[in-house]
């Protein structure tokens, strides 16, 4: 049962995400008690992500699931939230279209290599996700004073920020792990003889 946990967790926090969004689109920026229930929720939600990633290492159950769909649902849980912060709360856009770009591109390429070589999330992504994290639960927080949404927004660039040169760097380990799953052309006699 134990081994399962971890695993329950991420699914658990995927199950969240439309709940959230759901959430914030119906309390219309209004700053109510759904905003409330967001904020909750999405806060239970992000405590998972390091729950899950503890447990499975303490019981040494870490799974191939587990490093494959546990970056996926932060990043539902974070572009999901932001999306409709965009849309209730008037938030620019740009950050969120970088970051989508990003995770598409960063997801489909561990998805590519996946059947061969597993990449982990790097420290610079879990740094990433803690900034993108704190800076949505400032700017989620209901009717708070208003130095919340400046240092949620200036939080919110540097993980933009991080997540651009995170990306360069997945992009490289996604490429060279490609390379070394790629099969080598057998060599033909006719060669073999051209190099002896």
Known sequence: ?????????????????????????????????????????????????????ALARRWGVVSVFGKLADPIADKALILGALGCLAYVDSLPWWPLIVLVVR????????????????????????????????????????????????VGWWILIAAVAVAVVTGVDYARRIAAAARSTRPTRPVSQKDADAGA
């Open 1 to 53: 049962m134990s081994a399962a946990v971890p695993n329950l967790l991420t699914a658990a926090r995927l199950v969240a995400v439309p709940i959230v969004m759901w959430l914030l689109i119906a309390d219309a920026g209004a700053d109510g008690p759904l905003r409330w229930w967001a904020l909750v929720l999405f806060a239970l939600a992000a405590a998972t992500d390091y729950l899950d990633g």
């Open 103 to 150: 995770e598409v591109g960063v997801t489909l390429g561990r998805l590519a290599v996946a059947a061969d070589t597993v990449i982990a999330a790097s420290t610079g992504g879990k740094v990433k996700t803690v900034l993108q994290l704190a800076a949505l639960t400032l700017l989620m927080w209901p009717a708070g004073p208003a130095w919340f949404a400046t």
